[in-house]
């Protein structure tokens, strides 16, 4: 998903450690946190739809309109919705490579209502307006963010950045993310956007299976904060909702210390409300 020189798709490894690196994962609990899954068992995870571009296109209506892609959305009547708080929709209509996402999503009418909704050009991978608020609260996709099943388990490599909650965040953010929902004036709280790394000499040795594969990823790409939540026990990692996910072998994530990462050297910080 997006051009192979858009920053979801960049090699990291070799980029320089920001310098207030250990500030930031100290603030984000990384001393005493680990990482975790939010994907696996068949209820958990993001599910998400593929479609043609012949389905039919439905209304939407929008509580964030000013920063939301009008409709109609090629959102079928059965589409699936995240069963947690989020509510997250995630539609790809395939033959124009175009993404289709919102937040807190509930049937209404003969469409949808949501928080927000954006659009993303998969060929283009052109950023959301500065300042605009998407699925997540960091403006970025959710899908590029994703371990899929089809990735990691049949191809064996993960290509891109994955996605992670952080607790408390600035009020500020860095590209690629285009907004921030704040929660906190700390010198040190993660922007949106901020990406770490696990480290390459955190040995791996005794991975194996999906769970390595995915530690191989981070180690290459890192994971980007997407979003945030308060009193968070572990770093989620996000990843999609699919029955076939080796669930005990992704256990093996579990036991990564947030420690082991590093962070990226941040680009400019913008400072948002």
Not at 60 to 74: C, D, I, K, R, V
Not at 89 to 110: A, M
Request: aromatic share 10%.
């Amino acid at each position: 998903m997006f051009p192979a020189d858009n920053a979801w798709n960049r090699d990291v490894s070799a980029d320089q450690v920001d310098p207030h690196s250990a500030d930031y994962l100290a603030f984000m609990g990384a001393g005493s946190l680990s990482l975790h899954p939010d994907f696996g068992a068949p209820e958990y995870g993001q599910p998400f739809a593929v479609v043609s571009g012949s389905q039919e296109r439905v209304p939407m209506t929008f509580l964030y309109a000013s920063q939301s892609e009008p409709g109609p959305y090629p959102f079928p009547r059965d589409v699936p919705i995240q069963p947690n708080g989020d509510r997250h929709v995630v539609v790809l209509e395939r033959d124009h490579c175009v993404l289709y996402e919102t937040y807190n999503t509930y049937s209404s009418g003969p469409g949808f209502s949501a928080d927000s909704g954006a659009v993303f050009d998969l060929r283009s991978g052109a950023p959301r307006p500065d300042g605009w608020t998407s699925a997540t609260a960091a403006g970025l996709p959710i899908l590029p963010g994703l371990a899929r099943y089809d990735e990691v388990v049949e191809q064996g490599a993960v290509r891109h950045a994955l996605a992670f909650v952080a607790g408390a965040t600035a009020h500020a953010y860095v590209a690629p993310a285009t907004h921030s929902t704040g929660t906190s004036d700390a010198p040190y709280a993660p922007p949106m956007g901020l990406r770490v790394r696990l480290r390459a000499d955190f040995d791996l040795s005794r991975y194996h299976g999906a769970s390595l594969v995915v530690l191989r990823g981070l180690q290459r790409y890192g994971m980007f904060v997407t979003d945030n939540a308060r009193g968070l026990p572990f770093w989620p990692l996000m990843g999609t909702q699919d029955a076939r996910w080796p669930t005990q072998d992704l256990e093996q994530l579990k036991s990564i210390p947030a420690s082991a990462f590093e962070v990226v050297k941040l680009s400019p910080v913008v400072r948002g409300l």
